[in-house]
Structure formats: structure tokens, C-alpha cells
């Protein structure tokens, strides 16, 4: 009898009687800290009682039953199977990693190695398994070690530069840009030097986990030491940036509960843009890095870019969203007011209506423009609640005139696109009418050309039923788009308003001659009024008196005035002896 059949006996009971020898060698295999087997026909012909206890079988459920196949994850059957059959035909092998699988079902990694043997005459292999977990353990808390920060559990440099890698080879692949933040805490060392580095490190501790919950699955956020962060976002180019670094100081806005205190930090954030701050990751965060220290210099809890052209441009974008949104927290009234240009009948002189043109009163810069304001309060959907002010005070005061006894006139009121689409909108303008009680026929409401012509046959659903309320209906800077003729005779428009750009040059451009001219004869074959708009010079009304307009506002008339000034010209209808 081999010492190998002596280990292996009948596999669960006594072998028959052992030599001294094979005595020892039993006794050793069976107090092996090492997991022991004997495989022949892909079949346990024996197991030790380490193997045994390490995947939770008995002896008996493994012997004779079971094969490496029932104790490894499926996806390294065919590994296991090339493994047992090369051992089979006498081919020594080399150790190799496995992840087993216990009868609880759960699963560890393990290391293993095997020899060919005979066991009975036949081939056979005898193997050894060793549980690695601890190894592996230790391995991943290494890796945690050289790619983590130890306080927070972030990504630090090593691992940020790593995987800038990918995302600039991706960048470069899919022509996209990646916003790199660099954020360092306001006075954080007051925090250390007042409380203790304990309670600082809780506070770095408590950052990180809010600034994490900000950031997407593909950014990486990193603690670079100190306190100092850097966020790598690809796919994100400068506004989509700046509304980053906007939520990344909103995390701030709350106090940190640390150790018993209550401690409100400000963060200073600095951005650069790939490719166009920097094409490597040393670049960037140098850029960012001045960035940052620009956004300490104007006052920290805020954020710059690190080119100057972006960064002036999206802060004021910024700072006139932030002055909207407050402006109308505080109620609108109290910041924006109306003004109104008189619209003048060319045939008689006389004013028949007023365009309604919003101002901005702001407490600090003085009279805003709405050229410079309308379109942030486009893109951020402020224009809304702006336009259903408008509406509701032009009405209102359309209708104060008429009280006082003056000539009714046609009140004329701009409408955004955004506005225009908003569900509701036919609801909103028949309630400025009922609470004004103003006639639907006195209101005019202007919409764009383009505003019409997207999504027309939805649009022209809306502009029926503002036309069957009664309203009137007039495009605005008409010619500038892209208007389908086969469309606008569908629409219930009763006005076209030639652009000021065709106005402009009227009697020295052939061109701009040509184009006013098509648009009135145009509006006079589908039995419309044609107003122009911009007119500043006696030859420009001479020119639009000749093709036949029907009316014109502009300069020329009057600028734009307060309701009192309107008040005085409908009383002294100025423009009928011109």
C-alpha cells in the first residue's frame, strides 16, 4: 500500500492497518493548516479535515460526490477543467488563483496547486488549497493606502493623474472637454488653530461627504492634502462648469455639525477648461490653482475661470440671474416699470396704440436695458413671471386710460417664445383681461416670426383661440426669419411690423428699399396692416409714406415715455400736422 492510498483509505473511515510510517503521514495530512485533496476523475478521492472546514462540507458529502466543479464559480469551470486534465495526463502545473465557493454559497478567493500522482494504478493529481482572504485583504488596503487619502476615502493625486489618463484619451477621442475645480476652504486655518487639528480633520471629513454627493458616477472628485479638492468632470464645457462651482458653494450654504460645534466655512473655486487652459493634468490644475486664488482675491465663496473673456461673460450672466431672481422675490413691481411708444397712423397722424416696453429700475446700476437682461431670464425660465407682469400691468393701465377719458388705443405687449409656449398661457391672458377689464380688441400681442413658426401647426391652435377672445395679433420683426408664406395666411395675424434693420438704411440702400417695399405690398394682398419699426429721420417716413405703410413708431414720433407722457400726447395727438 502507497502512502498516498494510506492518506486516502476508503476516504471517510479507517484505512486497514498502517505501517508506522504511514501512521505519521495520515496524522500529518489531517492536522495541516492547508487545505488537502486527492482528485481522480474529476472526483474528491480524499480531503483533509482543513478543506473540509473550509468550505463546510463533511467528509462524507465530499468524497466520492463532489469535484473542484461544485466548489468554483461557474466562470472557471472550463480554467478548472483544463487544469484537472493536464494534471491527469502527468503535466506538472504551476499555482493559481481561484474564487471558491463555500455550501453557504459564499465565496473566497483561494490559491492552488497541484501535482500529477497514481492513486489504485491510475492517474490521479494530489493538491493543496489555502485560503487567500487575508492576502487580498491586505493587498486592497495597500492599494487604498497608494491611490486614497487616508482621512477622507477620496481619490488622492496618484489616482486622480491615473485616471485623468482615461479621460483625456476619451476627450481627445470624442472632441469633448473636461472641467477641472480646484476648491480650497476660506480660513480653514482658523479652524485648526482655534479647535484643535481633531476637530479639523472631522470638518474635511464632513466636506468631503457633502461635496461627493454632488458629483456624477464618471467624475472624480480628489483631496489633493490639506484642504484642498479637485473635481475632474469630463464632458462639461464653461456654463455647465459655472453651475457646478454654483451647487459646490450651495453645499457650504448649510452649517457643519463637528464635534459639538457649529462651524460655516466658505469654499473659493477656481476652473479651467480642457483643451483650451491646458492640454495635460499639471496644466490644469495650475490654472485652476490661479483661478481659485483670483476668486480669494474678490472676496472668497465664490468661483472664477481661469480665462479672462469666459470668465467675465458667464459672471455677469451670473450676477444678473442672481439680481433677476431677487428683484422678483421681492416683488416685481417695485424694481420693474413700463414705459410706451406711441404707434402712430401714417395716413392720419394720429396715435391709435403704444408698444409696452419694460425697464429695470436696479437700486445700484441705475435703468437696465431689457437687451440686457431678457434673454438670462429666457434661459433660466424667469421670463414668465416677468412677461405675466408685463401683461397684467399693460392692461391695467390701458384700461386706466380709457377711464380718464382719453382716446382708446390699441396697447401693444411683446411676447417671449418661452412665454408664448408655457401651458396656460391663453388662461393667463384672459385673466390680465378680466381682472383689467380692458376690451380683448385693445390688446395686441407681438410675437417673433420665429416664435410662430416653431412647431407651427401647434402654435397655430394657440393663436386661434387668442383670436376668437378677440385679441389682435401682430408679427414682430418680420423678415429676419424664415416665415413660410402657405403658414402665414393660416395664421390669425392682422399686423406685420417691418425690422428697424430694414428701416435703418432706407434711403440710401436699394436693398433695404426692395425688401420694406415686398413686405408692404405683401401685408396689403393678404388684407393686413404694416407697421415699421425704428423710424428716426423725416426722408425714412417720407420713403414708407410713398410705398403705402400704414404705420410707424420710432424716434422720429418719440422715444419711449411714462404712462403720464403718453397721457399728454393722446391729448395733444402731436404728429397729425407732420
Not at 391 to 404: F, G, N, V, Y
Request: net charge negative.
Amino acid at each position: 500500500m502507497s502512502v498516498l492510498q494510506a492518506a486516502a483509505g476508503d476516504g471517510v473511515g479507517n484505512p486497514p492497518a498502517l505501517t508506522e510510517q504511514e501512521a505519521m503521514f495520515r496524522t500529518t495530512m489531517e492536522a495541516a493548516q492547508v487545505g488537502i485533496f486527492v482528485l481522480q476523475d474529476q472526483c474528491f478521492k480524499y480531503v483533509n479535515p482543513y478543506l473540509t472546514r473550509l468550505f463546510g462540507y463533511s467528509a462524507e458529502e465530499m468524497v466520492g460526490h463532489m469535484g473542484p466543479l461544485d466548489v468554483v464559480v461557474p466562470e472557471l469551470h472550463a480554467f478548472v477543467i483544463d487544469q484537472m486534465q493536464a494534471r491527469a495526463a502527468g503535466i506538472s502545473g504551476h499555482h493559481y488563483e481561484i474564487t471558491a465557493v463555500r455550501k453557504d454559497g459564499s465565496e473566497f478567493p483561494a490559491m492552488v496547486f497541484g501535482s500529477p500522482s497514481v492513486f489504485d494504478g491510475r492517474p490521479a493529481s494530489v493538491g493543496t488549497l489555502l485560503d487567500i482572504s487575508w492576502q487580498k485583504a491586505a493587498e486592497q488596503r495597500i492599494r487604498e493606502l497608494a491611490d486614497y487619502d487616508v482621512l477622507t476615502g477620496l481619490p488622492n493625486r496618484r489616482l486622480l493623474r491615473e485616471r485623468f489618463v482615461q479621460l483625456l484619451a476619451a476627450a481627445e477621442r470624442d472632441k469633448t472637454e473636461i472641467a477641472v475645480i480646484f476648491l480650497d476652504l476660506d480660513h480653514f486655518k482658523r479652524v485648526n488653530d482655534s479647535l484643535g487639528h481633531s476637530v479639523g480633520d472631522e470638518l474635511l471629513v464632513e466636506v468631503a461627504r457633502r461635496l461627493d454627493s454632488v458629483v456624477r458616477r464618471i467624475d472624480t472628485l480628489a483631496r489633493l492634502g490639506g484642504d484642498e479638492f479637485i473635481f475632474a468632470m469630463p464632458g462639461f464645457h464653461t456654463a455647465a462648469a459655472a453651475d457646478v462651482a454654483r451647487r459646490l458653494i450651495d453645499v457650504f450654504s448649510r452649517p457643519f455639525e463637528v464635534a459639538g460645534h457649529e462651524l460655516t466655512v466658505t469654499p473659493s473655486l477656481g476652473i479651467s477648461i480642457y483643451p483650451h487652459d491646458g492640454q495635460d493634468l499639471e496644466t490644469l490644475l495650475k490654472n485652476a490653482d490661479t483661478a481659485m486664488y483670483r476668486a480669494k482675491d474678490i472676496g472668497r465663496n465664490t468661483f472664477q475661470f481661469y480665462a479672462t473673456e469666459m470668465n467675465t461673460a458667464t459672471l455677469d450672466r451670473l450676477l444678473m440671474e442672481s439680481n433677476l431672481r431677487r428683484a422678483l422675490a421681492q416683488n416685481a413691481q417695485n424694481e420693474f416699470v413700463l414705459q410706451y411708444q406711441p404707434l402712430v397712423n401714417l395716413r392720419t397722424g394720429m396715435v391709435i396704440g403704444v408698444e409696452a416696453l419694460i425697464r429695470w429700475q436696479h437700486p445700484e446700476l441705475g435703468t437696465i436695458m431689457p437687451d440686457s437682461f431678457i434673454h438670462v431670464a429666457e434661459e433660466t425660465g424667469l421670463i414668465n413671471p416677468i412677461g405675466d407682469w408685463v401683461l397684467c400691468e399693460a392692461c391695467r393701465q390701458a384700461k386706466a386710460w380709457c377711464d380718464e377719458g382719453l382716446p382708446s388705443l390699441v396697447m401693444a405687449v411683446n411676447v417671449a417664445p418661452v412665454q408664448f409656449r408655457q401651458p396656460g398661457f391663453i388662461e393667463m391672458v384672459a385673466g390680465a383681461l378680466a381682472s383689467s377689464g380692458l376690451e380683448a380688441s385693445l390688446l395686441e400681442l407681438e410675437l417673433t416670426e420665429r416664435t410662430v413658426m416653431h412647431d407651427a401647426d401647434i402654435n397655430l391652435g394657440t393663436l386661434s383661440a387668442l383670436h376668437r377672445m378677440g385679441v389682435e395679433l401682430s408679427l414682430d420683426d418680420f423678415g429676419t426669419g424664415y416665415s413660410s408664406l402657405a403658414y402665414l395666411k393660416r395664421f390669425p395675424v392682422g399686423k406685420l411690423k417691418i425690422d428697424r434693420s430694414f428701416v435703418n438704411d432706407l434711403e440710401t440702400d436699394p436693398d433695404d428699399w426692395a425688401i420694406a417695399s415686398t413686405i408692404v405690398s405683401m401685408g396689403r394682398s393678404l388684407r393686413m396692416t404694416v407697421l415699421a419699426e425704428g423710424v428716426e429721420t423725416g426722408e425714412q417716413l417720407a420713403q414708407l409714406r410713398k410705398m403705402g405703410c400704414d404705420m410707424a413708431q420710432g424716434y422720429y414720433f418719440s422715444r419711449p415715455t411714462s404712462a403720464a407722457g403718453i397721457a399728454e400726447i393722446l391729448r395733444v395727438q402731436p404728429f397729425m400736422n407732420r
